[in-house]
């Protein structure tokens, strides 16, 4: 899997070869990466084994990522190479085999799909799809940083293309595949962030919410106890509202067999064809 500490760049189309442009890996560098370890000669003559390096992409904890051809089918690839410390370490190395085998079943346009994990003797190496492009690094410092609009704007997009987002229509909750893609065993909460206090009077006693003795907006969760996922996420409330008053205006549609855990602040909400509970506390969360 990329190393989410790795730092990458646009790769370059060429690779340049004097000694003043080489990492410490002895391979072609375009990145201008910093990470201060070194891997051996002898590493990266096994990993030509199968591999023309082209570039190096970036480095972080676990390795460093290489552009790089592949000989066998001449595909242009990304190498994520392990750290020699790394590799040797046989409960690690599973836990990439586990990822790997997930990550294969996912095939998606916005999504870097995962080859192999090859071993050349004491070298491990992750192999994926290489996608030309620009960086989350390189786009932070190109524009100076990304407000909260638009880090907000771009979330939305990653999460609605992996089939990640909420619903927001209580009626289609039955039927979304957050809900349906283990049992339909469910929790409900009632969610508070504090707000700027309105000017209007009418609105200040509107979000005053006595809970947390603060003006208030609130939202109605749904998660799904299995993959703890969010799938359903109500229209913004007044913090005054009663957690129970927005899940009956709410009229959520559950699928068949469904059960609800629910805590005090919904008692009475007795959706039909519903096994409802209320989970017990711990002493730390009642303190």
């Known amino acids: 899997m990329p190393d989410p500490g790795d730092k990458t760049d646009k790769p370059s189309g060429s690779v340049r070869q004097s000694s003043a442009e080489t990492t410490p890996y002895h391979a072609p560098s375009d990145s201008g990466a910093t990470m201060d370890f ?13 591999y023309e390096l082209l570039a190096e992409l970036g480095r972080g904890g676990m390795g460093v990522v290489y552009k790089a051809r592949d000989s066998e089918t001449g595909d242009v690839v990304a190498v994520k190479v392990l750290l020699p410390e790394i590799a040797a370490r046989s ?19 916005n999504i870097c799909r995962v080859h192999d994990l090859n071993r050349f003797g004491p070298v491990a190496a992750i192999s994926m799809e290489f996608i030309e492009g620009e960086s989350l690094r390189a786009l932070l410092d190109r524009v100076d940083g990304v407000s909260l609009r638009q880090g907000r704007k771009i979330l939305q997009q990653v999460l609605a293309e992996m089939g990640m987002t909420p619903e927001r229509e209580p009626q289609e909750v039955a039927n979304h595949p957050l ?20 000017k209007d009077a009418q609105k200040q006693e509107a979000h005053y919410s006595g809970k947390k003795k603060a003006h208030t907006d609130k939202n109605l969760l749904l998660a799904n106890t299995h993959t703890r996922k969010v799938v359903y996420l109500s229209p913004t409330e007044n913090g005054k509202k009663h957690d129970k008053k927005i899940a009956d205006e709410n009229d959520i549609s559950y699928p068949s067999n469904a059960t609800l855990g629910k805590d005090t602040g919904f008692q009475g909400y007795e959706p039909k064809g519903v096994l409802t509970f209320q989970p017990k506390k711990s002493q730390k969360a009642r303190s």
Do not use: C, W
């Open 38 to 50: 070194d891997l051996a000669e002898a590493t990266l003559a096994a990993l030509r084994q199968r």
């Open 179 to 198: 809900v349906n893609e283990s049992a339909p065993d469910l929790l409900m909460d009632g969610t508070e962030r504090r707000r700027q206090r309105p």
């Open 91 to 109: 409960d690690i190395l599973e836990r990439f085999k586990s990822e790997l085998l997930l990550a294969r079943k996912i095939t998606h346009k």
